[in-house]
Structure formats: C-alpha cells, structure tokens
C-alpha cells in the first residue's frame, strides 16, 4: 500500500513501539503506586513528560498528559467561563475545536468565528479589528491546518490576543513535529498535541499549559496530572509519546527536507494536469501536505478508486469522512461546494518514496481518463 495520508495518522516509530513494550508487559506499576514498581512507573512517566515537553520548548511541569488532541482541545476550551464570557475561534478549526466550542455555547458562553482569508490564513489586523469590539476571555487559532496545511502567524496573532488580554490557545496537533516550536518564547497559553501524529501510539496527547493560566478540570477522580486530569495514566502510551516526541525533536530537519522535497516533486506533476487547483499553494504550509481541487470531479470517487489502486489518500479531514458533507475548511476560504467536494489531501511521511509519488501520480492521470467519461454521463453528480 502507499499510505498518503499521516495527517490521519502515521504509523508507530520502531523506536516508540520498543519504548512501550517493557510497559505493556513486564513494568506494570501505577505510577500512582508508592511501591518500587509504582516509582519505577512513575520515572517513566515523567521522562516522558520531559521528552514531550522539550519538543516544544516547554517545562515538563507545563505538560499535562491527556487521551489525545481531542482531549486537549476540550480541556482548553472547558478552562473558560464565568458570566458573560466569549470566546473566539478561527473558522478552520479542527472539529475537536468547533465542536467544544459550541457546546460551550450551548452552556451560555458568547462564541464567535473568526473567517480566514481565501488561503486560509487570519490576518492580524482582521484579529484586532476582532479585539476592538470585544475582548474574549480566549482565543483558539490552531497553528497549522489539519487538511490544507496552511500555517497560521501564531507569533502576531498570539501577540495581538494576549496584547488585548485574552489567553491563546493554539491547536498544534500538526504543528508539532513539522515546525519547530518555543512555547516558552510564543505568545501562546495553552497548546495541545497528540502523539499519533508524530508517530506515537493513538490514544494519548498533551495540553501544554503556561503556569499562571487555570484549567477546569473535565475528569474529576484521583488527584493525577496536579489534579488537572484525573485517571490512571497510559503509561506505555504517555513512554511511546515520549520516545516519538525525542525523535521527532531530534530529527525535524531531516524529516521535514524529505517529505519538502516529495511535495515539490509532486506538485510539479500536479501543475501538468489542467483540471487540478491547488489550494493555499502561496502561503506559507506544513512541509508534508498537499490539498488539490479536480474540478469536475468528487474527491468520494477518487478515493475509492485510489483504494482499489491501493493508495491511501484523503479529501480532508478523517472526521468528516463519510460525512457527505464538504470541508468545512474549503468553504470557510471561500470556494464553492463543488470545489470543496473535489478536494482530494496528500498528507506524506518519512517512509514515503519519490517512485511512491510518481506513481501516485499516473494512477492519478489514469483514474482521472478513466472517470471523466462517466463523469459526463452524469455518474457522479451529486
Ligand atoms: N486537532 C487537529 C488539528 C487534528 O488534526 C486532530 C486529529 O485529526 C485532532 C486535533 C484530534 O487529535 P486526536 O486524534 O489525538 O484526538
């Protein structure tokens, strides 16, 4: 198979995975626990905390370990409230993100969508016109975009946000590993991460969160995670979240380097095809995502016909899939439902191959020859 789509998920590092065997089986102490076997626990946990934490130029004692972004996201946005309280979230938020935050205002808190521009990007003076009005108690801009890989001037519109006095929170899910990240220089309160995307396991993340700022917890129980996030830690999950963050920190040079050039090697082959459109292609974007239109075509087509071909690709995000529904990110930068329906994501990694890309792109041709015709007779009109 020639998987195309790691902003979905990417597989487990060999490093990872044999950093978490010993704690699937033979150390299978509580952390919690006051015995050698829970302190030996306990040690593993918090070298994991530091691992992740330095990833992002945090302090281990900023890191709270969650089940994944989503938590993260939630927990963020569960932190404000109080009356009268706002909040403010960029349009092409991740659903983790969206859907918090309206269930937040469905609790009574004012939300408000900031609209990005046709690249996908929020301006910070549109920010500040924002802040003019009203000054939310937070502000949620995700750092880089889960479908169209746009990356957003965390830096200015964090600045501007804390300047009007609200708390920053930033999505960095698939910011993390891709781009390097200070969190201790950036104007950011809070950001969350998750380990399955940096090949880690699924099911375990971080909200980072500076130390002045107060979390509500959402999981009331023992006293885990300074009482933020209560619930016996996973702990081989938290080690191998560890071990992909060391190696993700250690390598995102050389990771980003190859997956930059696959991309330029694909998207000069893209720009041969005169029915592709590429989306956000002149701002600034993670290295490993590429997001295309077919006009006159639907990306749900496509990618039963890249299965059957072998190749895992996506159209946006692995939430909507199946939905029927067209990207919310597409439609928020202004393109009409048919080219969001078109949208087909390239999202590449570490074990992908020039001869991958080449391929990928005379299926590309071949299925695009082949569906036209049906397309015509109408096959795939929705
Ligand atoms: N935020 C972004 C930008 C994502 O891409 C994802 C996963 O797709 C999430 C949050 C959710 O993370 P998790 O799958 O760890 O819950």
Not at 214 to 235: D, K, Q, S, V
Not at 330 to 337: K, R, T
Request: aromatic share 4%; hydrophobic share 45%.
């Amino acid at each position: 198979m020639i998987y195309f789509d790691h902003n979905a998920t990417t597989p487990v590092l060999p490093e990872a995975a044999a950093a978490m065997q010993p704690w699937l089986s033979e150390h299978y102490g509580n952390p919690s626990s006051v015995h050698r076997a829970g302190r030996l626990a306990r040690q593993a946990v918090e070298e994991a905390r530091e691992q992740v934490a330095a990833l992002v130029g945090a302090q281990a004692s900023e890191v709270i370990f969650t089940s994944g972004g989503t938590e993260a996201d939630n927990l963020a946005l569960h932190s404000v409230g109080g009356l009268g309280a706002r909040l403010l979230v960029g349009a092409t938020e991740h659903a983790a993100v969206l859907e918090a935050a309206s269930a937040r205002a469905g609790q009574g808190l004012e939300l408000d969508i900031l609209p990005v521009d046709q690249n996908g990007l929020i301006a910070q003076s549109s920010l500040a016109e924002r802040l003019r009005r009203d000054v939310p108690q937070l502000v949620s801009i995700m750092w880089a975009n889960n479908e169209s890989g746009v990356i957003q001037d965390i830096a200015a519109l964090g600045d501007c946000a804390q300047r009007a006095g609200a708390l920053m929170h930033t999505d960095a899910v698939q910011a993390a590993g891709k781009l390097p990240i200070d969190f201790a220089a950036s104007p950011v309160d809070l950001l969350s991460l998750s380990a399955h995307k940096i090949y880690g396991p699924k099911g375990v993340g971080a909200l980072v969160r500076k130390r002045h700022v107060g979390i509500a917890p959402m999981l009331r129980g023992g006293g885990h995670e300074g009482g933020l996030r209560a619930g016996t830690e996973n702990l081989p999950g938290i080690v191998g979240f560890g071990a992909a963050a060391r190696s993700a920190r250690l390598e995102l040079e050389q990771r980003q380097a190859h997956v930059l050039g696959l991309r330029t090697r694909l998207e000069a082959g893209l720009a041969q095809m005169p029915q592709v459109r590429l989306f956000a292609a002149s701002v600034p974007r993670v290295a490993n995502t590429c997001q295309f239109g077919l006009q006159g075509f639907q990306s749900e087509a496509l990618l039963m016909a890249f299965d059957q071909r072998g190749i895992a690709v996506a159209s946006g995000s692995a939430c909507h899939a199946g939905s029927g529904k067209p990207t919310h990110v597409l439609l928020a930068m202004g393109y009409d439902e048919d080219t969001a329906h078109s949208a087909i994501r390239v999202s590449l990694g570490q074990q992908n191959t020039a001869a991958e890309v080449d391929r990928f792109l005379s299926e590309l041709d071949d299925i695009l020859r082949q569906q036209a015709p049906a397309y015509a007779a109408g096959l795939f009109a929705s």
